[in-house]
């Protein structure tokens, strides 16, 4: 058979099972009926499979991969899930308490650690390297040099490594990655965040950009925004179940590209004031958005959808 053959077969059967939650109340093994007080829908326990959320990509169906022919089943968030006719609702999390809470991923930081949902290949993702800096360093230093002046303003930051804690609650969650060019040409950074996820996502990515933009000096490279960063795995909670929750304002950010003199020289030798930029994006975010509105909602999210045209990888 044919990829194209599997392909079109697996979002075949996706779509069939999709119908049959929606009209005729049967839903996938682990999931639960409608009950009293969900409203006008089908309630879906947490980790229960979730095929009407599948995006199918056709690398999922690539050999190359883990599994060759079977992609990722989509599951339920940790706060389960509600399949109404409108798209699946999100139930609300219970509201934070305390100090807003900050989390900085340190990009390709304990690769050799990730569950198996993320698949071998992430353990081969250590990251670029130039000229003898390797980026998990750079990554590591700015997120250190964050979480300081985040803790010195009265935050919670939890730094965190490849694999983000099951359902990632936090007011602000930041991905920090370093690019590369193979040539030393390119020169830039970009931001981007996911799709079906809380209204916010669009001022922490403007907010970040604009302070990263002022205080750095680097272009936006606005081009080089990649289908792996719109669906990069740490936010991506319709595919893994470690991800940042889909009220988590989360966003990828790679500061700039190791392979270039001058990008290089300001991640490493001017480390602080990378890190005082994004600092200022987040502060920025949190004096705009308080807690009431990122948790206040239930989320309502479309269901499944075709997965643009591939783009250069980051």
Known sequence: MTMRRLFMVAV???????????????????????????????????????????????EDLDPARDIPGVPPV?????????????????????????PRRIGIQVGHWMTDQVPAELGKRITFQTGASWDGVDEVDV???VA?????QLT?????????PTTVPVGYIADV?????????????????????GSRRGPYEDKLVSLLRD??????????????????????????????????????????????????DYDRELMVDKADGVATAIVNGIQRFLDEVP???????DLVVPQQRGFPSPSPRT
């Open 74 to 98: 989509a599951l339920a968030p940790p706060g389960g899930a509600i399949v109404q006719s409108n798209g699946i609702r999100i139930p609300k999390p219970a509201m934070p308490t305390g």
């Open 139 to 141: 990554n590591m230093d």
């Open 211 to 260: 302070e990263y933009g002022k205080a750095t000096g680097l272009d936006w490279d606005a081009l080089g925004i990649s289908r792996n960063m719109l669906a990069y795995f740490a936010f991506n909670w319709g595919r893994y179940q470690h991800a940042a929750a889909p009220h988590t304002p989360a966003a990828i950010l790679e500061m700039g590209f190791l392979s270039n």
């Open 173 to 193: 969650f930041v991905a920090l990655h370093a690019d590369s060019d193979g040539t030393g040409e390119k020169s830039g950074f970009k931001i981007a965040h």
């Open 12 to 58: 075949a059967g996706l779509a069939v099972v999709a119908a049959a939650v929606i009209a005729c109340g049967v839903v996938a093994p682990g999931s639960v009926p409608f009950a009293p007080g969900v409203a006008g829908g089908i309630a879906v326990r947490p980790g229960a499979p979730l095929p009407m959320l599948q995006d199918i990509d056709p």
């Open 291 to 297: 807690r009431s509105k990122i948790f206040g909602e």
């Open 152 to 160: 010195a303003r009265g935050y919670i930051v939890d730094i965190l």
């Open 144 to 148: 250190e040099r964050v979480k300081a």
